[in-house]
C-alpha cells in the first residue's frame, strides 16, 4: 500500500469515527437504495424510467445552482423534470446549492450553501426535512460536524454497506459506474448485503448508453436493479430506508446525537 493510499484510508477512518449520529437499522429484510447525484436529466428520463418498470423509486440530489446547465454529464436537470420525479414518487434530496465543494471554501460559506440548497428542495418538495449527499464526495471534519443535526442524513461516497448501526452523518454508498462489465462487482455487492441483511446503497450521475466517467449505461443500470429485485431485497429511496430504521425527522428513535472529541 502506497504512503498516499495509507494516509487516505486513516482519514477516511477519522472521518467516519467522529462526530457519528447513531441510528440502529431495524429492517427485517435487506434494503437497497439507488440514488443520483446532481441530477442530469438522463438520471431521471433513463434511470428513472428503469425504476419504475421493477416498481422502485430512486433518490434524486439535486444542486439547484446547476438546474438548466450542460456540463460532462450532459444536460442538467429541468424545472418540468423535478415536478414530474415527485409525481411518480421519487425522492428529491440535496447536493447543496451551488455543488460546492467543502475543501474549496470556508465551513461557515459550505454549511449556508447546504441551507440553501435544503431551502430549495423542502420548498419544491413540501418536505419537513432534507437528505443530503456530499458534492464530490469531499467531507471534512469540521463540517460533518458542522452538520451533525441539520439534515435527515449526509451521504457520502465511502464504500461499505449501512448496518446493523448506521452513521446518519456519513451514510457509506457505493458507485454504479460503466458499464455491464462492472455487473459481478454489484452482483457480489448485492450478495453479501442480502447475507447481512444490510442497507446497500449506489449512487451515480448520467445514465446513457456512451455514460461519461462517473455515469453508467442504461443497461448496467437494469442489470443492477434486477439483480437486487430478484435477491429478495427491498428496493427503497433513502427516506424510505431510513424511516425502517426509525428515523424521524434526523432523530434516531431511541438514540442521541453523539459527539466525540477531535
Known sequence: MSMRSGLGAARRQLLCSLYRRPALLRNREPMVSFSFD??????????????EQFGARGTFYAAY??????NELGEQF????VDSLLANGHELASHTFGHLSCRSVSCAAFCDDVEKGSQAVEQISGSGSTNFAYPFGHVTV????????SLNSARSIFPGLNGPEIDLNLL???????DLDAASRIE??????????????????????????????????????????RSGCR????????????VQNGNP??????????
Not at 469540521?142 to 443535526?149: E, F, G, I, P, S
Not at 461519461?212 to 437486487?228: D, H, I, K, R, T
Open 188 to 229: 457480489e455487492l448485492i450478495a453479501e448485503n442480502v447475507n447481512r441483511n444490510s442497507w446497500l446503497i449506489f449512487y451515480t450521475h448520467d445514465v446513457q448508453s456512451s455514460p461519461s466517467a462517473f455515469g453508467c449505461s442504461p443497461a448496467l443500470l437494469e442489470a443492477a436493479v434486477a439483480c437486487a429485485a
Open 253 to 262: 428513535k431511541g438514540h442521541a446525537h453523539q459527539h466525540m472529541p477531535v
Open 65 to 70: 445552482g446547476l438546474m438548466g446547465t450542460w
Open 38 to 51: 446532481d441530477f442530469p436529466r438522463s438520471a431521471y428520463l433513463a434511470g428513472g424510467s428503469i425504476l
Open 235 to 246: 428496493i427503497l429511496t433513502v427516506q424510505e430506508a431510513l424511516e425502517e430504521a426509525g
Open 172 to 178: 457509506r454508498a457505493n458507485s454504479l459506474y460503466g
Open 142 to 149: 469540521q463540517t460533518k460536524r458542522a452538520l451533525a443535526m
Open 78 to 81: 429541468r424545472a418540468e423534470d
